[in-house]
């Protein structure tokens, strides 16, 4: 038995474990990029980039995430500010308010927090957002114009993932990934970045790409994050990607997010992955929460300052 203790310790030291990507830390260092950037651009007499957000209802997750992105949005020195209206709110006036803050030339960015009321045609709103402005990517032009491979403004959670896979220096050229989920707004840009040709307008990452969803048999994507170089997972189906799953040295980059309730009785935020059996299998893996959600913040301020660049850059041509 005595033996026991220094035997299991070792086997840990031996046991490989995967670097932890630390999505805080990433975060801020962008943010620190941005804010030196907004300086200068401001010190230089240009107008301060200007995002507002629509919020609807009172509903508290929705809060608690549009609150985070404006207060991390004005320590950057962006005008930030959110817009909070009543969650019965009829289409025709929620068209109205947006195309308020369309007219309006100090505004450079606009989102709309989503979900939004089972009364609101979702798809209708973010097509009521000026597509120049649609600091989100959720307008049906900006979404095409990623699937033509056209500079345009990638969903801030995807483009998280593929900011992620660039700074900590993933080889993805000719590699196989996995993305599971194929919502519109995560799962259909990563995956759409993830294949496409790094010689377009809007430079891609050359993968193998397999998307998976919900109808993907379980055992075709045992197989598939098995084969994969990368594993990106956007379900919210705490657990989906077990140890078994992970080719040794993979990547996974996890943006799942659900909160789940604990044997204890504690409430907590989960991702896809089974987190700490995939660390002795991957060679990379995100924390979650921790990994993707903190570069999230950092790509709408990203895409809000590239929004008043190309603004600015419309005003001077028009002189
Ligand atoms: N970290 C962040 O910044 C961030 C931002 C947005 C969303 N999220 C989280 O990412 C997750 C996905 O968000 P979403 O908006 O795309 O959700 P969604 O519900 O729109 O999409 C979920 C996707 O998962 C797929 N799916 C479901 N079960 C599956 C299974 N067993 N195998 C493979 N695929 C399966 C579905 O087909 C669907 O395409 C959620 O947990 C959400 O909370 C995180």
Redesign the pocket.
Known sequence: MRLLTPLKTLSRLLTPTAKIIDGKKISADIQNGIKEEINGWVAAGHKRPALRAILVGDDPASCTYVNKKMIASREVGIDSDTVRLPSTISQEDLVKKIEELNNDNNIDGILIQLPVPDHINEREICNAVHVDKDVDGFHVTNIGKLVANQDTFIPA?SL?VIELIRIIGIDTFGKRAVV????K???LPIFQMLHADYRNELPGLEATAIM?????K?ED?VMYCQSADIIIT????PG?IKPHMVKEGACIID????RITTPEGKSKLVG?ADYEGCLARAGYITP?PGG??PV?VAMLMKNTFKACKNFDRQRSNQK
């Not at 956007?234 to 189906?237: D, E, I, Q």
């Open positions: 959670t998280a599971c989920g194929r919502s707004n995560v799962g998976c969803h919900r109808n993907t379980p994507l956007a379900t919210g189906v989906l943006v799942g997010l659900t896809d979650a993707v959600g999230t």
